[in-house]
């Protein structure tokens, strides 16, 4: 079996109990989350692995273009 890199855009964000919250873009469902940065990077590594070997099909990863907030007024 050949091994190839894959590179994977991973959105990090914090909770309301701060904890912080990976997801991958890519992988629908592949998410998970960590009390701290390190922790959450080292699960989602993890979590892509499992995610993928799941799935069973070639997934490409696109291309990181960049990441913006964008901020509305909302009616609450």
């Known amino acids: 079996m050949e091994k190839k890199i894959l590179n994977f855009t991973v959105l990090i964000e914090q909770d309301e ?3 912080y919250v990976a997801t991958v873009p890519d992988i629908p469902g592949c998410h998970t989350q960590g ?3 390190a922790q959450v990077l080292e699960r989602v ?3 892509i692995e499992v995610c993928l070997e799941a799935d069973k099909e070639e997934i ?3 291309k ?3 990441v913006q907030q ?3 007024e909302a009616i609450v």
């Open 17 to 19: 109990d701060g904890w």
């Open 35 to 37: 009390k701290t940065i």
């Open 45 to 47: 590594k993890e979590a």
């Open 60 to 62: 490409e990863p696109m």
């Open 64 to 66: 990181f273009v960049g």
């Open 70 to 72: 964008v901020q509305i």
